[in-house]
């Protein structure tokens, strides 16, 4: 579906989740539960959010700032994020992973971190494009079904 009306990306709220779930089962994610979601992003280190065009959620991402060795974080990790089938290839990940770099960048996190099925080419490619390099295997990482992750990092520039 082309992106007819106006596309922002901004916090996720509670009021969100029901349509994150439904985005989530739509495109195979692991599964996360309402409170999973709820609690996440109560979290003062994680960022959600949520790409809204004409009222609908098409997408979404979670993402948790990881502490280094001191106090500060410096890395952070991509938990999840999805767009909804009908809006995918639309520029809307782009836009989502676009304004979670300009949060990151705010709260001066040096590199993203996350793990993709091996299998996933769309999202290897997505993540490619946007600057992430694989950097290890993780085996069986992935269940229902069993498969290896690919373990991607990218710096935040
Ligand atoms: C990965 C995902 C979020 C990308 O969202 P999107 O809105 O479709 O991405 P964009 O439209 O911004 O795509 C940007 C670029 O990513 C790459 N890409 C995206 N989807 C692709 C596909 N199906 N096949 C190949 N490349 C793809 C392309 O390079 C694309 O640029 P182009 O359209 O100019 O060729 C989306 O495919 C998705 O929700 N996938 C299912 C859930 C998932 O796998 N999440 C990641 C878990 S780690």
Request: hydrophobic share 40%.
């Amino acid at each position: 579906m082309k992106t007819t009306g106006a596309l922002i990306v901004r916090e996720m709220t509670l009021d969100d989740i029901p349509q994150v779930l439904s985005i989530q089962s739509e495109t195979g994610l692991s599964f996360w539960s309402e409170t999973d979601y709820s609690r996440e992003i109560g979290q003062t280190d994680s960022i959600g959010l949520s790409a809204e065009v004409d009222s609908v959620v098409a997408g979404f991402i979670v993402i948790r700032l990881l502490a280094g060795d001191g106090n500060d974080f410096r890395e952070a990790e991509i938990l999840n994020f999805a767009v909804s089938k009908k809006f995918q290839r639309n520029g809307v990940g782009s836009r989502i992973f676009y304004e979670s770099t300009r949060q990151l960048k705010k709260l001066k996190i040096d590199e993203l971190w996350l793990e993709v099925r091996e299998s996933n080419f769309s999202a290897i490619n997505f993540y490619r494009r946007h600057g992430f390099e694989p950097m290890s295997t993780r085996r069986n990482y992935f269940t229902d079904p069993t498969e290896n992750a690919i373990i991607m990092r990218s710096y935040v520039k």
